[in-house]
């Protein structure tokens, strides 16, 4: 059976106690609001950039498409000037004048026809750099949510880390003048047991179990030498017994 004086006994109880509160400040740590705010807002900024990228190539689409319908209106006007400059001169023959004519009437249809599609591409493309401006101020603005939030985090943080820091400190002066074997049967309990190696027996109660300790156990706990160290039969955990133990 393992042995240690009842004093260190109690450096393992008072270690526990430092443990756990250790474990608590990591959990903390762990379950602090900003994170699930922070991936909330992760997803909403990476739905955002989906959405920005697409509208991105939405209107540069359109912005090629706007250059090809003004440049085929300027190439249908261009032919109509050069039209006009002929009619104007008065040379050719009056078949070619009359071919002239007609050709410049269906040149103003094709115009006509061209500004129209001209007209519907650039609403369209101001439409979709209107959604596209929308798009990028929210993403800034979901932006600056997440590094409020983060600042936010990383302050709590900080003060749980600064806590930490305190309670290892407790711990290692603690934890120094316990023999190293006593040290890692502590350890490797506290991995087993899911991190409560020890705990007090108070009053005939197991506090690792949190049940009363049967009589026929209790005695035979009673005769135990007190630096034999003792474990509660239900969970496992070391027992420390204190002057309040029976």
Not at 17 to 28: I, K, P, V
Not at 146 to 157: P, S, W
Not at 181 to 187: F, K, M, W
Request: charged letters at 35%; aromatic letters at 2%; a negative charge.
């Amino acid at each position: 059976m393992t042995k240690a004086t009842p004093q260190d006994q109690k450096r393992l109880l008072d270690l526990q106690a430092l443990d756990t509160r250790l474990d608590q400040l990591a959990h903390r740590a762990k379950s602090l609001p900003q994170h699930a705010r922070i991936a909330e807002l992760d997803g909403r900024i990476a739905d955002l950039d989906t959405a920005i990228a697409a509208s991105r190539t939405a209107v540069g689409d359109l912005r090629r498409e706007l250059a090809k319908a003004e440049a085929d209106v300027q190439q249908v006007r261009d032919r109509a000037a050069r039209d006009q400059q002929r009619l104007d001169s008065g040379t050719g023959s009056a078949k070619d004048l009359q071919a002239l004519q007609s050709e410049m009437v269906s040149l103003a249809k094709r115009q006509g026809d061209l500004e129209d599609v001209e007209l519907e591409v650039m609403e369209r493309l101001e439409a979709h750099e209107g959604t596209l401006s929308e798009l990028t101020t929210a993403h800034a603005a979901l932006l600056n949510d997440r590094a409020g939030v983060e600042a936010e985090r990383d302050a709590e943080l900080r003060v749980l880390e600064q806590q930490a820091a305190q309670v290892r400190t407790e711990r290692e002066a603690l934890a120094a003048p316990l023999e190293d074997r006593l040290i890692a049967l502590y350890d490797r309990l506290r991995g087993r047991l899911g991190g409560v190696a020890v705990a007090a027996l108070r009053h005939g109660r197991s506090e690792g179990s949190g049940l009363p300790v049967p009589g026929t156990e209790l005695a035979k706990i009673k005769a135990t030498p007190e630096d034999e160290i003792v474990y509660c039969e239900d969970s496992g955990r070391i027992l420390v017994r204190g002057e309040d133990a029976f």
